[in-house]
């Protein structure tokens, strides 16, 4: 089991162009989780999907932000227009239901210049 | 909606010693609480969890403590050794989902 697959592991850019980060969940899981890591704010809940189906999008800091997951096998978080104050650490995270544990990708590493 | 806080925010300890670390949550309605561990440059991975139907668990040297009327788990990791410094997060969710995390620990501990 190859566990969560982020890409890109890190990606620099300037402000005001777009970011796609994405995400292939453990296969079989049916609910994925995107969260932002920052020093100030810590571990956020961005958005999860069960089934493939948006469920709480809540914690999407604002409308720059999206999350699609058009299959079980990949979803993908895109910022635009980037800005310097998304710069953090995104990572993506996958379970069945009644499980639990939320396993968690190695992260992507985001910096806007 | 759920509130996690965690203290303390570093902890140093010497090997051998015993690390604490406490957690209180807002939500009575909170069921899961997922303790994970954080090494440098990687994801967070489960180290222990416990359901608000059991007041304790112990997994070798890492033990978690629930108290539902007061709101409030604990990390136990006796006998440290210096592998178990991370950074520590606690974790508060209602059926596993919507999880919300404490603002975590960094452990140190001294050979």
């Known amino acids: 089991d190859a566990g969560v697959i982020q890409s890109p592991r890190h990606e620099v850019t300037e402000m005001g162009q777009e970011v796609t980060l994405r995400c292939k969940p453990i296969?079989?899981?049916?609910?994925l989780f995107w969260y932002r890591q920052t020093m100030m704010r810590g571990l956020e809940l961005l958005i999860y999907?069960?089934?493939?189906?948006?469920?709480?999008d809540s914690g999407m800091p604002e409308d720059r932000f999206s999350a699609k997951m058009p299959n079980a096998s990949f979803s993908t978080l895109k910022i635009q227009p980037s800005e310097p104050r998304d710069s953090a650490v995104y990572f993506c995270?996958?379970?069945?239901?009644?499980?639990?544990?939320?396993?968690f990708g190695p992260g992507t590493r985001l910096t806007v210049l | 909606g759920e509130n996690v806080e965690q203290h303390p925010s570093t902890l140093s300890v010497q090997e051998g010693d015993s690390a604490v670390i406490k957690c209180t949550y807002s939500?009575?309605?909170?069921?899961?609480f997922p303790w994970y561990k954080q090494e440098l440059g990687k994801g967070p991975q489960l180290i222990i969890d416990?359901?608000?139907?059991?007041g304790e668990k112990k997994d070798q040297r890492i033990a978690v403590t629930l108290n539902k009327t007061a709101k409030h788990f604990s990390l136990h990791i006796t006998e440290t050794q210096p592998e178990d410094s991370a950074v520590y997060f606690c974790?508060?969710?209602?059926?596993?989902?919507?999880?919300?995390f404490g603002a975590g620990t960094r452990l140190t501990v001294k050979p």
């Open positions: 939500d009575s309605a909170s069921n899961y």
């Open positions: 296969s079989g899981h049916d609910y």
């Open positions: 974790a508060a969710s209602y059926n596993n989902n919507d999880m919300r």
């Open positions: 995270a996958s379970t069945v239901a009644d499980r639990g544990e939320q396993f």
């Open positions: 999907f069960n089934n493939n189906v948006p469920i709480d």
């Open positions: 416990i359901r608000s139907n059991v």
